[in-house]
Every structure is written in C-alpha cells, then in structure tokens.
C-alpha cells in the first residue's frame, strides 16, 4: 500500500533524526563528563563507573542546542536533583534528554505544560 510505505520511509527518518539527536547528546554528555568532577551539582552525590549513568546533563538556560564547548551551560545533575529542577520549570528538556540505560526516547515532543509553563512565567 502506498501509505504504508510513506509510513515507512517516515519511521525510517525519524529513527535517523533521532539517532542524531542521540550522538550530540552523547557528545556533549562526554565533553560535560571531561569538564566537571563527577558530582551531582545540587544534592553533591558523587558518581562513578555504573553509576555515573545516573549523572546527566542539565542546560542551564533549557536550551539543549545551547552546548557551548567550556561547560558554561551545563550542569552535572543526578536524575533526582534533574528531575526536581525541571518539575519547577516545567519544561520539557529533561523528557528530552539523555536516556540512561538505553531505553528509547520518548514516543513523541508531547507537551502537556507547555501553556501552563508560559503562564507562569508571565505570573512572576
Ligand atoms: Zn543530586
Ligand atoms: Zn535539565
């Protein structure tokens, strides 16, 4: 069926454009990794081998296409200070970023607070 195969070929870019998504990550990730001591920058826990899995990347400013090359966008964050810091904003970057353990990303660019976060943003 014609459809399907339009399907396909959309799936196929899809996967394409996510697996380059994945490579910058990776790439700032270990740039971030080399920059910084191996410690959750909020709650201090420190990381190393298995483990430091659990320590992602968090973009100061939200904007993951922000990766200036000294780390001064970046903070090295344990999933559970990440976690904390993005229900306070809201954001989505955090449902973006890194997927420690290799689980696939997440199925869509579903923004349920999108409205909400810009709300509040004008509130403050
Ligand atoms: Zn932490
Ligand atoms: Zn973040």
Redesign the pocket.
Same mark, same amino acid.
């Given at each position: 069926m014609e459809s399907k195969k339009k399907q396909s070929e959309k799936d196929r870019l899809d996967r394409i454009i996510a697996e380059a998504r994945r490579k910058r990550e990776q790439g700032y990730r270990e740039q971030a990794l080399k920059i910084f001591p191996w410690v /959750?920058a909020? $709650?201090g826990?420190e990381f190393s081998g298995k483990k430091l899995r659990e320590l992602t990347v968090h973009h100061k400013d939200h904007n993951h296409d922000n990766n200036p090359p000294d780390g001064s966008n970046w903070e090295l964050? /344990?999933l559970? $200070?990440h976690d904390n810091e993005h229900s306070r904003h809201l954001d989505q970057e955090w449902y973006e970023d890194e997927t420690p353990g290799g689980e696939e990303e997440t199925p869509s660019k579903y923004k349920p607070f999108a409205d909400l976060a810009s709300l509040l943003k004008d509130k403050k």
């Open positions: /959750c909020r $709650c826990r964050m /344990c559970y $200070c």
